[in-house]
């Protein structure tokens, strides 16, 4: 997979806006498209399945396809996370959809996670969601969107966001608030051309960062993040760079990517994908796999422990 086929994004939307609405509709329409464009995918069989049925973990990440273009939605905590979860998953992330009630407007509770985007540098798509709603009011709601961009020190680009209206409960999306049309494809449409791909070496050596941890009663500690540079392979064998300054061999299980609301093996992963890895015994969040060939760590990740967590 060519890094520019993909994209990762995170959505940030404070509870109830919508978000959960807007995911499963654009999976809906991903389909829809896939079948109306015979796009020739390799349905499922049961052995996939089965292989499958022992990952259990980070089942909020969705993977949607449109046009040829793998879209990994990547699943963000809606509140400040002590743990430092809102950070990794920005950093795992090219660019960010802000999902915002049409009546309501911005809430102060997602400005915690809107500033780490911001940050970071990404540029948003400002979605105004349930444009249906009688009493919605987008113009108000873009400005105070606005407002707040500039008030959290948001960049240039940053304040010239693009806005997508839509009625996620509806399925539908447009560039103009009172001329909607009944599909996501505006939507889609401004995430493969507005937010960019991985900018990501295909063909260096094997780097990835430990970024968020599952485990799964079958398969053990399972490693996700995003493949930073280069390939990974099944059973590959690594250098496993510890946060503390040690360092092992680390040999690659399964290679997992996302497809809709699955975790799907696959024989190798490339750069720029968001990948699950297992088999790789106890690894800790910041620890980098490596080409043992070509060892490189990647910078420090900051965690704090839970036991820091104010009250
Ligand atoms: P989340 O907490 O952000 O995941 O929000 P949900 O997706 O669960 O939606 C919260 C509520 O808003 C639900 O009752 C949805 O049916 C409703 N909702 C979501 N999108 C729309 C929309 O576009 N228009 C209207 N009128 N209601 C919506």
């Not at 802000?98 to 911001?118: C, I, N, S, Y």
């Not at 113009?139 to 693009?162: I, K, R, W």
């Not at 690594?238 to 946060?243: A, E, G």
């Not at 699950?276 to 704090?304: F, M, N, Q, R, S």
């Amino acid at each position: 997979m060519k890094p520019q086929d993909i994209r990762n994004i995170a959505i940030i939307a404070h509870v109830d806006h919508g978000k959960t609405t807007l995911v499963d509709a654009m999976l809906r329409q991903s389909q829809i498209f896939r079948e109306n464009q015979q796009v020739d995918e390799r349905v499922m069989d049961s052995n996939d399945i089965e292989r499958e049925r022992g990952i259990t973990i980070l089942s909020k990440n969705t993977a949607i396809q449109y046009k040829g273009v793998k879209i990994n939605i990547v699943d963000t905590p809606g509140h400040a996370d002590f743990g430092g979860e809102v950070e990794r998953v920005m950093n795992m992330v090219d660019g960010v959809l802000l999902l915002v009630d049409a009546v309501e407007g911005p809430m102060p509770q997602t400005k915690f996670v809107l500033r780490q985007a911001l940050e970071r540098g990404h540029k948003v798509i400002v979605v105004v969601n349930k444009i249906d709603r009688k009493n919605a009011r987008p113009d108000y709601v873009v400005n105070t969107t606005f407002d707040l961009f500039v008030d959290m020190g948001a960049n240039d680009e940053q304040c010239e966001f693009p806005v997508i209206y839509a009625s996620a409960l509806t399925g539908s999306s447009s560039k103009d608030p009172h001329q909607l049309t009944s599909t996501l494809e505006p939507l889609f449409e401004e995430i493969i051309s507005y937010l960019p791909h991985p900018q990501v070496d295909v063909d260096g050596p094997t780097q990835m960062q430990a970024t968020l941890l599952g485990y799964d009663d079958y398969k053990g500690q399972i490693v996700v993040g995003r493949l930073h540079r280069g390939k990974i392979y099944r059973n590959q064998s690594l250098l496993l760079l510890q946060n503390d300054g040690d360092s092992r061999r680390a040999r690659v299980g399964q290679v997992f990517t996302h497809r809709g609301l699955q975790r799907t093996e696959v024989e190798v992963a490339t750069a720029g994908d968001i990948i699950a890895l297992t088999g790789l015994g106890e690894v800790g969040i910041g620890d980098t796999l490596t080409d043992p060939e070509h060892p490189e760590a990647l910078p420090a990740i900051k965690v704090e422990e839970p036991t820091l967590r104010m009250t």
